[in-house]
Every structure is written in structure tokens, then in C-alpha cells.
T-cell receptor, first 115, second 114 residues
């Protein structure tokens, strides 16, 4: 069966450390993978996208890796801050061509950064 | 720019009642969609539209109707609400074909069906 899995348990880390969140999938062949941030009571906000032929993408303190062999993406936040506390969602973009591309979301991982 | 605006933010319905969740975007996006988010489950696509006059079903369309008469608006109608439709609903928009870009989400509408 097709699955996309993120750590269901909350990730608690100390301020200043690097947070690493995992997104694993089975039986999908995504063209792209996206990461979103969602704060309580708010809609998700796009953070980063990585293509299937890219190994790594960076944006400020964020880094995403994408291993299509392992079927896994890792999302890193370096020098984490309490303001980074939120739920982070990964989403697979399945390429069916143009507007019929399909987005499959994971359930998200709650990150709590302790001061 | 307001982005994606959803109304109402909160709604309580009784079983069998009907209602419409409103969604409007001011970014001239051709693609609009409705998702529902339930605890322990990822966002699930209900219906989507790739332009005015064009709509299609997503993963969980039963019990919901949509229409797209303008580029800006994409209302979601619950014809006869059921407790299983208790959820948080998100409207999202994007440029058609720009799947290297992002979905822009509204702030959500929390619906409770008693």
C-alpha cells in the first residue's frame, strides 16, 4: 500500500541545536517533495521544495535532503529557536502532467524548541 | 494582498443541515482546492478546480459540492451535514502547472457537526 510517514511523536530539542525531521514514503514516485510549516489554528505555509534529481536544498537555516533510493526526505533546522516551534508537514508531488499533478501530505511532526 | 480568505472561521451545524464554506483569493491563481484535516491524518483533498467552470473530485469528495464561476471564488457546499464531516477545512490556491511552486492556504474553517 502507499504510505507517507512522519514522526508521530513530538520532537523536543534545546534552543541552538539542530532539529532533524523525517519523511518516509512507500510505493510513490514523487517528482518533487515540499515542506510546509503549520502553526496552531493556522493554515500551512510553504517552506521549501526539492526535486527528485536534487540531493539537497538550503534556505537560510533550513536544509532539505531527498534520497529517492531510501524514499526519504530529511528536514533540518540549524540553530533552532523557540519561534521554530510548529508542526512541519511534508508533501509529495506526484507528476501526472500539468494541472493534474497530485499532492499527498504527511500527518506532520510537532517540533518544540525549549529555551 | 489578502491572499486566500476563508469564511466562516468557526461553524456548528446539526446533522442534516446544509451550509457553504466560502473561499476567495486575490492572487489570480487558476488552481484552487479544498482540503480537510483530521487528527492523525494528513491533509486530504476534497475537490479542486483548474479554472473557472472546471472542477474535479479529489480523494474524499462524497457529501461535498463545489462550483467555480469566477477565478477568485471557490465555495464548498455541504448538502446534508453528518458528524463525520466534523473537521478543519482549508482552501488552497496555486498557479496552474507551477508544481515547483507552493500552495497558498487560507487560515481554515473549523466545522463541528452535532
Amino acid at each position: 500500500s502507499q504510505k507517507i510517514e512522519q514522526n508521530s511523536e513530538a520532537l523536543n530539542i534545546q534552543e541552538g541545536k539542530t532539529a532533524t525531521l523525517t519523511c518516509n514514503y512507500t510505493n510513490y514516485s514523487p517528482a518533487y517533495l515540499q515542506w510546509y510549516r503549520q502553526d496552531p489554528g493556522r493554515g500551512p505555509v510553504f517552506l521549501l521544495l526539492i526535486r527528485e534529481n536534487e540531493k539537497e536544498k538550503r534556505k537560510e537555516r533550513l536544509k532539505v535532503t531527498f534520497d529517492t533510493t531510501l524514499k526519504q526526505s530529511l528536514f533540518h533546522i540549524t540553530a533552532s529557536q523557540p519561534a521554530d516551534s510548529a508542526t512541519y508537514l511534508c508533501a509529495l508531488v506526484l507528476n501526472y502532467g500539468g494541472a493534474t499533478n497530485k499532492l499527498i501530505f504527511g500527518t506532520g511532526t510537532l517540533l518544540a524548541v525549549q529555551p | 494582498n489578502a491572499g486566500v480568505t476563508q469564511t466562516p472561521k468557526f461553524q456548528v451545524l446539526k446533522t442534516g443541515q446544509s451550509m457553504t464554506l466560502q473561499c476567495a483569493q486575490d492572487m489570480n491563481h487558476e488552481y484552487m482546492s479544498w482540503y480537510r484535516q483530521d487528527p492523525g491524518m494528513g491533509l486530504r483533498l476534497i475537490h479542486y478546480s483548474v479554472g473557472a467552470g472546471i472542477t474535479d473530485q479529489g480523494e474524499v469528495p462524497n457529501g461535498y459540492n463545489v462550483s467555480r464561476s469566477t477565478t477568485e471564488d471557490f465555495p464548498l457546499r455541504l448538502l446534508s451535514a453528518a458528524p463525520s464531516q466534523t473537521s478543519v477545512y482549508f482552501c488552497a490556491s496555486s498557479l496552474v502547472g507551477a508544481w515547483t511552486g507552493e500552495l497558498f492556504f487560507g487560515e481554515g474553517s473549523r466545522l463541528t457537526v452535532l
